[in-house]
Nanobody, 127 residues
């Protein structure tokens, strides 16, 4: 069982930056592949970024590529999402997710592939 707790959300002006964190419980954090998803009001939850358990492989949605960076510190049991050049359309509740990885270099883009979810953190970008 893994518990995930996100933090770092807030209100920021367009063009600004935020760094989200996702602290995980458990002793096998380095065996989990992880991802970030977001859900805006009235919209379905969408994929943002994913990282392999080894942290060696990352993948991004086209909408955030070049602006967001996902990283994973296995020593601190923490997942991060550095968000730069934020746009109003990035406004959403951001969720981190985790699942045991079959292989250290595999990433997962579909939300149904994840077993554990955090409670979410609100990111609001003003124009």
């Amino acid at each position: 069982q893994v518990e995930l707790v996100e933090s770092g959300g807030g209100l920021v002006q367009a063009g600004g930056s935020l760094r989200l964190s996702c602290a995980a419980s458990g002793r096998t954090f380095d065996s989990y592949a992880m991802g970030w998803f977001r859900q805006a009001p009235g919209k379905e939850r969408e994929f943002v970024a994913a990282i392999s358990s080894s942290a060696g492989v990352t993948y991004y949605a086209d909408s955030v590529k070049g602006r967001f960076t996902i990283s994973k510190d296995n020593a601190k049991n923490t997942l991060y999402l550095q968000m730069n050049s934020l746009k109003p359309e990035d406004t959403a509740v951001y969720y981190c997710a985790a699942r045991p990885a079959g292989y250290p270099s595999v990433i997962y883009k579909l939300d149904r592939m994840y077993d554990y979810w955090g409670q979410g953190t609100q990111v609001t970008v003003s124009s």
